[in-house]
Structure formats: C-alpha cells, structure tokens
C-alpha cells in the first residue's frame, strides 16, 4: 500500500571535490564540478524539506527531499518487493563513473544497500534524486504518484542493459488485455492484445453514482460499453458505422499488481480536486469471483497478500494522507 507523509528535520551532507586524473580530463570534469555546484547551492533548499519514511524488514528509513515523501514511498514498495530487488541485485554496474551517476537501477542499488547497512536513524536519497533530475523528474514539484511509479519504471527498464533481466522486470509487472470491439449489426468482433502496468479504476459509475467497493469498481473498470449514435464505429464488415459493444478482457495478472484509483478530478478552470470518498478494498483478491468468464481468464487464479491499511480507504473529512489511490498486490503461491 502507498501511503502518503510529510515531514521536517534533514542532516547536512558535505560533499568532497574530485581530483583531475589527467590535463586531458580537466575540461570535462570542470563542467561535471560545476554541474554539481549548481546542484548543491539548492541542498539547502532540499533540507527545509525534510521527514523521515521508514523501511520495514531491518532496514532504516529515508530523509524525504525537496517533496520527495510521494519518492519515497515509491522506493519502499519497490525495495520491500523481493523479486524486484532480485532484479536489481543482478544489474551490470555502469563502468564509467558519469554513467553510474546518471543510471537509475544502480542509484537504487546503491540506495538499497545504504538502508540496509547503514547504522544511522535514516539515510538520504540525495544521488538518486540528482540522478533523476539528470532524467528531467523536477524536485518541489507534488507529484502524482501512479505518474511518478510509471516514469520510475520506464527509467529503471531502459536504462538495464541485460535483456533477460528487463524482461523479468516487464513479466513482474504487467498486466495484459483484450481489447474488443462487437458490431451490434453483423457481430463482427475485432481484437487487439495490450499490455498495462497499472489498472486506472474509477470511482464513479456511467452514471456518476458513487461506486462502494473495490470489487465494485473492477467490475465497472470491465463493463462492457455501448456505442451509439455520435460514437458508433465502422464495421470492417458492414463497412459502414454501426452500434458497437466495446470492453476489455482481462487475461494475464502479473506477480505485482498495481491498481490506480483515480482519485483526482478535474474541473473547467484546471482546478484539481481530490476525491476523498470511502473506498474500502479487500484482504484478497479472487478476480473469479469478481468477473465474468467474459471479462476474465477462467484459467487464471489469483490471490494477494494483505496489511493492516483499512484507515486508508479514504472519508469525507478531506484528510488526504487517509485516502489511499495506488493499491499493491502481490499474487500468492506463484507458478
């Protein structure tokens, strides 16, 4: 489960200057020191902005910077994820040092294994976070954290070179669908294959009524829609535009399922509003019992795994840090 915090308080950090190898290299590294400058005159904005989020499973927690608590959480639902870190622990590790620097797994690696030896309260994701703003994520800005989990990712896939890994990496996460399309005339039915990280779940049904489940939301995510009138599409076979029922099907989990409720509204003048409605989610998930044989694989079982989150989900008193909008589920007993 992400949660959301915020806090003050934040050490120094000194940093030492690197010493020229060789005349040669005194014009590049001059430009990486003065880069770098550039960076640390605003560490001392980054430390007006401070917590401290904790890391389960004996490792320590992480100074949050520059609003970095919505990074932080992210990092720990990666970090507290085994076969993720499985992953990471196997990366090739950049040689040269520039490359190091700007290489988002082997930041993390190097995060990871900081929080895990360090004897210190908390340790400082201050190199990543310059390695991510190198990949153009901007500090003291408030992110949304399923947009941020979705630029994270991509960085991460991209920049691993062992192919066999990155494709570790997509199986662990992806989610994959049907897409259909079926003329009301002819029944002619059209299909396409796609691939999802994360389930966008509403909460709110067609017809604006708020939706009280979980399950209830799955459910409307997959109802099938009717396409009419100014939305009816071409029949391939009618070969003109007919009345279509257009849905999706779902027909592979992946052993990390990530589920976006979109809590987030926005209105004419580009003021968002969040929704703070109850959303109460269950200790597991059976999508057998949830879907229709219609929207899902009859061969696919799935279960997840379980915390003490229910404060998260979400009441009508606009206490934002309660309203959980990014769920993480874990399949058990996997194949």
């Known amino acids: 489960m992400l949660l959301m915090g915020q806090g003050i308080g934040c050490p120094e950090k000194s940093r030492k200057s690197e010493l020229a190898l060789n005349q040669s ?55 507290m994820n085994t076969h993720f870190t499985m992953i990471l622990r196997r990366i090739r590790v950049p040689i040269v040092h520039a ?43 408030q992110y949304d954290a399923a947009h941020l989990f979705l630029s994270l990712w991509n960085l991460i896939k991209s920049q691993i070179t062992d192919w066999e890994l990155a494709d570790r990496l997509t199986t662990l996460y992806t989610i994959r669908v049907q897409e259909y399309l079926v003329c009301q005339k002819c029944s002619f039915e059209t299909r396409r294959g796609s691939d999802m990280l994360t389930l966008p779940l509403p909460m709110f049904n067609s017809h604006s009524q708020r939706l009280k489940t979980l399950e209830d939301s799955l459910r409307c995510f997959f109802q ?15 070969e003109r535009k007919t009345p279509s029922l257009q849905g999706m099907k779902l027909t592979c989990l992946p052993q990390t399922l990530i589920l976006h409720l979109k809590r987030f509204c926005y209105r004419k003048s580009s003021w968002t509003q969040k929704i703070s409605y109850p959303l109460p989610f269950p200790q ?18 799935e279960k997840v795994l379980w915390d003490d989150v229910k404060c998260t989900y979400g009441n009508s008193h606009f206490y934002w840090g309660e309203t959980a909008y990014l769920l993480v589920y874990m399949r058990k007993n996997p194949q």
Do not use: W
């Not at 099938?224 to 009618?238: K, R, S």
């Not at 597991?284 to 079982?301: G, R, V, Y």
């Open 224 to 238: 099938p829609e009717q396409l009419t009138d100014n939305n009816m599409c071409l029949c391939e076979q009618c």
């Open 99 to 141: 490359e190091q620097k700007a290489s988002v797994p082997y930041q993390m690696l190097l995060l990871l294994e900081q929080m895990q030896r360090s004897k210190q309260r908390a340790v400082s994701p201050q190199e990543l976070v310059r390695c991510l703003t190198v990949h153009n994520l901007k500090l003291f800005v």
């Open 25 to 79: 290299m005194r014009k590049e590294e001059d430009g990486e020191e003065r880069r770098e400058e550039a960076v640390e005159r605003g560490d001392q904005q980054l430390r007006a902005l401070c917590g401290v989020a904790d890391l389960n499973n004996g490792a320590i927690g992480l100074y949050n910077m520059g609003l970095s608590c919505c990074l932080n959480s992210l990092l720990q639902v990666f970090f």
């Open 284 to 301: 597991s998930l059976d999508f057998n019992h949830i879907l229709t044989q219609e929207q899902f694989h009859p061969d696919a079982k």
